[in-house]
């Protein structure tokens, strides 16, 4: 025991070290702007778009939880989105020069601006989506801010050419008793950073070069955060970027750039890094043709075209569409604990979430318990909008969405479901009733409804009852959606085992939405929810052309050098030495291994032996 206390007390020392080191604010940059000085300027003035022609069509700008007018953006002609491409591939060939130290410094500068501007970042996505504040602040700034402090730690790392390893086997023989035979056994390993027991002479590494120019396609429920997401990634990578932001949140998009191009601008960066489009399908289409990657968050509808598009120019994508996550709760929870996490994660955002809780299923043992701890807190929620007053949850932000929410619940009542709660609505304005949907606790569902099949991407709590865990695994892999899954049981090892049996890309344990709290873990699901990974190892990686490179270890001294066997023209006995080399090498028998090798040897010397003589001869 003695010998482990040293040991103890470093590895606390250390820990407490990483902590406090976590604690300190990054050294910064800054621009020399007052907060709000800067923002006036930004908010009210559009990005400017160059001396390109606009076109006729128009994007139009509307607060969805008060329908106020914010104004319009030009939606771009394909021709002009492939301008802006080749601007951005011209700024991309600069940048992919920079060094990480300009990178990380423009990550700083973001980083230092998001904390600073937290509420008027936060106040612009309430504006252009409908979400309260507190609902911008854990979906945009959070998300934003912890994926940035990942890419400032480990970013580089995992960028920089990694050497693959082979295994040498050294054999090592032990004697078992004299009444048994002796073994041979393979136990020790020897990281040769080779590419296989043939290349012992060469190191091997895989090299991650920028792509080019990334093109994304986000979603609107999101605004700031679906626009960094994949700018982050990309520019730290030395790519460009340009990204066509939904007609729905348009007006953010474009405000957001600005914050982007005062970062590039501080560190020197080129012009036309990264760039926000604004349009319609004709905009996105167009960037998916021209771009050397395309990144998607939306719908699977939209992905499968998108996919189509991008097969003609045999265009990379990687989808995010959506999901239908289960919520699972098994008998031996603590149940006002996860009653409320659940009304959280069903109403984040008014329930607009990729990644939303949309199928709750209860152990039948707490059911009725579990459903009247969330139907007193779904009562107490009001809805309203979320600048005009303290109000829980705020508006829809597509319009006519709130009708397909209400057939939903229709189709769930007319095969035999039951409201159990709503809440209420604040004071609305005339123009934007419409705008708003009631958090809604619904029982007695099952998997015969629309409800519990179609994304609603709403405040609704559909509620089904479940005796086993095999059946609630059952039932949450009954949906053409695999994105994500939380499992909760007071057993921890009880619920990491329902959720390994659920087909999703993302798993909390005893929590909601943790994942993407973790910026260092990939995104993404299967299915209908789409595939390839963003965030993470995998999501920066996927920003990178892969490149396997071989070289030799002890150059000039060892080089490759074709075995006179086989070499032009090839011997008699050329296919003999290939079969004892084959054997030398990958047979399992060491006696076998040993036996080739000396034939290899013998093969060998033979053929210097026939080339002496024929050279004698002649």
Known sequence: MAFWWPLIVLALAYAICRFLLMLIPPNCWTTGTKRRRTVSFILYSIPPR????????????????????????????????????????????????????????????????????QELICEISSRDTGKTMVDASLGEIMTTCEKITWLLSEGEKWLKPEYRSLVLVLLKAHFARFFEFRTLCLIDYIDCRSSGRSMIHKKAKVEFHPLGVIGAIVSWNYPFHNIFNPMLAAVFSGNSIVIKVSENASWSGCFYLRIIQAALAAVKAPDNLVDVITGFSETGEALVSSVDKIVFVGSPGVGRMIMKNASETLTPVMLELGGKDAFIVCDDVDVPHVAQIAVRAALQSSGQNCAGAERFYVHRDIYSSFVNQVAKIVKSVVAGPPLAGKYDMGAICLLEHSDKLQDLVNDALDKGAEILARGSFGHLGEDAVDQYFPPTVIVNVNHSMKLMQDEAFGPIMPIMKFNTDEEAVKLANDSRYGLGCAVFSGSQRRAKEIASQIHCGVAAINDFASNYMCQSLPFGGVKDSGFGRFAGVEGLRACCLVKSVVEDRWWPYVKTKIPKPIQYPVAENGFEFQESLVEALYGLNIWDRLRAVVNVLKLLSDQNSSIGSKRKNE
């Open 50 to 117: 160059g001396r390109t022609q606009q076109s006729d069509k128009k994007v139009q700008c509307y607060e969805p939880a008060t329908m106020k007018y914010l104004g319009y953006f030009p939606a771009l002609s394909a021709d002009e989105v492939k301008e802006r491409v080749a601007l951005a591939r011209k700024a991309q060939k600069i940048w992919a020069k920079s060094s990480f130290k300009q990178r990380r410094q423009f990550l700083r500068i973001l980083l230092k601006y998001i904390i600073e501007h």
